[in-house]
């Protein structure tokens, strides 16, 4: 079954330092996100992309983060200048599979990755 | 604004019961919804979603029901088994809006 996959699975930087978090979306699906859950909260959005581009962010993405879709099968979340906050799951996604018809590709469910805990010290 | 919320943080049922989990949304235009099951240290797993024009959609052991009028979803888990202990959350989508809008989560205890 395809499947979201992240790395690293667990990432420990230091405060002040960038990281890159790795996502590689299920191959035939449009719509990318970023979600991140601090320990024991709720799942919160941070941004989606679509068609090389971030379609919504929420208020936390901020100057902060960045995305990109450097080639045809990875995803990207950096964070710059990390702080001790900013430690938490975070989860990549996608929806939207593309069969070379056009589907409603925004009301599907987005498949989840495992995560990658970034613990900032 | 949107928030997506559960009633009871916790629930803790017998192996073989029936689990009822309970989810108010508060985001009228919401018109799409899903329940996730979160497993310790992995990412949320779809398990059922319904659609605003519906009230009830089943699945293997899952139904989900929506009340719209009173902004009510509910995730009924039927025979309940070990393997169903996890967090649950509920989820809100707007048509045309790509991103989900999670509740607080309910972590489910099947009590051998």
Not at chain 1, 29 to 47: A, M, P, T
Not at chain 1, 107 to 116: I, P, R, S
Request: hydrophobic share 30%; proline share 4%.
């Amino acid at each position: 079954e395809p499947e979201v996959t992240q790395t690293p699975s667990h990432q420990v930087t230091q405060m002040g330092q960038e990281v890159i978090l790795r996502c590689v979306p299920i191959s035939n699906h449009l719509y990318f996100y970023w979600y991140r859950q601090i320990l024991g909260q709720k799942v919160e959005f941070l941004v989606s992309f679509y068609n090389n581009e971030i379609s919504e962010k929420s208020e936390i993405f901020d100057d902060q983060f960045s995305v990109e879709r450097p080639d045809g099968s990875n995803f990207t979340l950096k964070i710059r200048s990390t702080k001790l906050e900013d430690s938490a799951m975070y989860f990549c996604a996608s929806s939207g599979e593309s069969n070379g018809q056009t589907k409603d590709p925004l009301n599907t469910e987005a498949f989840f990755g495992q995560g990658t805990r970034l613990t900032v010290v | 604004g949107e928030s997506v919320g559960l009633h009871l943080p916790t629930l803790s049922v017998q192996e073989g019961d029936n689990s009822i989990i309970n989810c108010a949304y508060s985001n009228s235009a919401s018109d799409y919804f899903i329940w996730y099951k979160q497993e310790s240290g992995k990412g949320p797993q779809f398990i059922i979603d319904i659609r605003s024009n519906m009230d009830k959609r089943q699945g293997q052991r899952v139904t989900v029901l929506l009340n719209k009028t009173v902004k009510h979803l509910s995730l009924q888990i039927a025979a309940t088994q070990p393997g169903d202990s996890a967090v649950y959350f509920c989820a809100e989508k707007v048509t045309n809006a790509g991103k989900s809008t999670f509740g607080d989560g309910t972590t489910l205890t099947v009590k051998p």
